[in-house]
């Protein structure tokens, strides 16, 4: 599976933007697909994921109430809609996926597939 991130930009705090994460292959119901970001000199840290069958969602509780992972099954890709987003969630976004049956959902070292990136620039 090879997964493309797209979407990001300049965004002004309080304001929306909707990142996405395209796959190429098959989607397979027991796939996770998490978003994690990284801001420089930081660790790369979870965001949200959604299991691609029953769409079960988890969030960071840093985003919890403000950002929504959602998937498009007939398009193949996923969402993070960012709400009233403030200027410490500027990072690098990624898209990436996990298939370990009974893995941690949060740690990044157990997704096996990843995408490139997208930048997100919250201004103030």
């Known amino acids: 599976v090879q997964l493309q991130a797209y979407g990001g930009g300049l965004v002004q705090a309080g304001n929306s933007l909707r990142v996405s994460c395209a796959a190429s292959?098959?989607?397979?119901?027991?796939?996770?697909l998490g978003w994690f970001r990284q801001a420089p000199g930081k660790e790369r840290e979870f965001v949200a994921c959604?299991?691609?069958?029953?769409?079960?969602?988890v969030y960071a509780d840093s985003v919890k109430c403000r950002f929504a992972i959602s998937r498009d099954n007939d398009k193949n890709t996923a969402y993070l809609q960012m709400n009233t987003p403030k200027s410490e969630d500027t990072a690098v976004y990624y898209c990436?996926?996990?298939?370990?049956?009974?893995?941690?959902?949060?740690?990044?070292?157990?997704?096996?597939?990843w995408g490139q990136g997208t930048l997100v620039t919250v201004s103030s």
């Open positions: 959604i299991r691609w069958g029953d769409i079960i969602t």
């Open positions: 292959g098959r989607m397979y119901s027991s796939y996770v």
């Open positions: 990436a996926i996990n298939n370990r049956r009974g893995s941690s959902w949060y740690d990044p070292s157990e997704y096996d597939y």
